[in-house]
């Protein structure tokens, strides 16, 4: 098993480069389906899972060839439609290609994907969703069966919470759907903004962009695009919160800073130094001498869908919280099982209780963590193990870092850049 091993009590300092956005990438691949023909996606993260849905598009028929950063995938030709169970339970996120088939040709065969670590998953509100548009929907041993008589039929679709995927799958239903279709209660994450323009440079006709309210006017056919992945503001964010914990004054380059509204707040209003340019935020850990108060303070957060702050931080935040000054309470209220990452937290001394939906954290200040063997459980509680190694006294060995590698592009060498005594295990 290979393992991650950090020596902790390092500042870092320098500069680090975001890649692009694995919740952007993911839909936009997906979205190749619904136009034959050869599109070229820029700025696409090389990850365990962008590579795993290259293989459920290969299932369907795809080509795709990768130059760097630069994705060229040809849906010319499908073979099939339907995305396999030895592909969707290492992804769910496979689910994304359900619209993008039925736009496509009317009928999908997909995986139910299962609950995974942090939750049960369900994916109603998608298959709610595709009814309202007149399709039908059977579950047949653990895959779901859409299928439309004729032609999808715009309507109106409702989410009882903005679902991020679920928003993502029925716009890419709507857009060749006949009439309007109006989504109510969308997800307006920026990863949302980036479909919609892929889809609009398609062809498509889409209004509401970035509000919880979007009306598409379906068109006959759609083409091929190139677009540019935004970066990922869930990595920038995870490096932002690395630097506030591990100390030091770090660059983060080639971001959005817009995009992260509420994590700069809070890393204010706990004392961290952050300063945004166009491109670019510039983050101070510990100020040098600057403030006579503690350096770091607890304060609460709540998860919420965007704006707010995103359920993809509460794990690394919470591990800036372990070392604050003062008791920090942190609501999740997005998923029913995202404290995988306190009881190993716990075992490098944070002072954490668990009380339903709500973590009460004890700050310890900045000695309060040492390193320990600890094991990652999902992509977020691997960050959070990282971010408390880093800031640990002490050698810290985290185990299981496939879970890492789904979402972060190359971060042990990232890390390594800014002057981390991280490296990489392989056995
Ligand atoms: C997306 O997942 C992201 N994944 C998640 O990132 C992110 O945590 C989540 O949005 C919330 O921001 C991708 O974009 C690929 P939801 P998604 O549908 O779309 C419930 C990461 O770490 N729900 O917005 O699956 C659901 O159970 C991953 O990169 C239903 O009940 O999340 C959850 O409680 C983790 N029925 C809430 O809504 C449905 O049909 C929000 O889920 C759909 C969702």
């Known amino acids: 098993m290979d393992k991650i091993i950090i020596e902790g009590g390092r500042p870092l300092n320098g500069k680090v480069a975001a890649s692009g956005a694995k919740n952007a990438a993911l839909p936009l691949m997906a979205a190749t389906l619904i136009a034959p023909g050869l599109h070229t996606l820029h700025n696409v993260p090389d990850l365990r899972d962008t590579r795993t849905m290259l293989k459920v598009l290969e299932t369907l028929g795809a080509a795709w060839t990768r130059t ?25 996120a496979s689910v994304l290609v359900l619209g993008p088939l039925l736009a496509r040709t009317g009928y999908a065969r997909v995986s139910l994907p299962g609950g995974c670590a942090i939750g049960a998953r369900p994916i109603n509100f998608h298959l709610r969703g595709f009814e309202q548009l007149g399709v039908r929907t059977t579950l047949r041993q653990g895959y779901v069966e859409a299928a439309v008589d004729d032609s999808l039929r715009g309507s109106v679709v409702y989410f009882d919470s903005p679902s991020v995927t679920g928003t993502e799958n029925l716009l ?48 006959r056919r759609l083409h091929p695009a190139g677009t540019r992945i935004i970066p990922d503001r869930i990595e920038v964010g995870t490096y932002l919160i690395a630097v506030a914990a591990a100390g030091g004054e770090v660059t983060v380059t080639d971001c959005i800073p817009a995009h992260l509204p509420s994590l700069v707040e809070k890393l204010r209003g706990a ?76 075992r490098m001394g944070g002072n954490i209780k668990i009380d339903g939906s709500t973590a009460i954290v004890k700050g310890k200040g900045r000695v309060g963590l040492s390193g320990a063997p600890v094991m990652a459980t999902d992509l977020r509680a691997s960050a959070s193990l990282v ?8 050698v810290t060995e985290i185990s299981r870092i496939y879970h890492l590698e789904r979402g972060y592009e190359t971060m042990v060498d990232k890390l390594r850049g800014i002057g981390a005594a991280i490296r990489i295990v392989r056995e």
């Open 68 to 92: 760097g950063t630069e994705v060229r995938i040809d849906t010319s030709r499908l073979t099939g439609a339907e995305a396999p169970y030895e592909l969707v339970k290492t992804m769910r």
């Open 172 to 219: 890419m239903a709507a857009v060749t759907a006949e009439g309007k279709t109006v989504i109510k209660n969308a997800a307006r994450e920026p990863e949302v903004g980036n479909l919609i323009d892929m889809l609009t440079a398609m062809g498509a006709e889409i209004q509401g962009r970035d509000t919880d309210r979007l009306t598409i006017h379906g068109v």
């Open 271 to 346: 004392g961290v130094g952050v300063v945004e340019h166009d491109t670019a935020i510039t983050v101070t850990g510990i100020p040098s001498g600057k403030n006579k108060g503690p350096d770091l303070r607890s304060v609460d957060i709540r998860t919420m869908p965007y704006p707010g702050f995103p359920t993809d931080l509460q794990a690394q935040f919470m591990a800036l919280m372990t070392i604050a000054e003062g008791v920090s309470v942190i609501h999740e209220t997005i998923f029913e099982n995202r404290f995988m990452h306190v009881a190993e937290l716990q």
């Open 387 to 394: 971010i408390a190694g880093l800031a640990a006294r002490g």
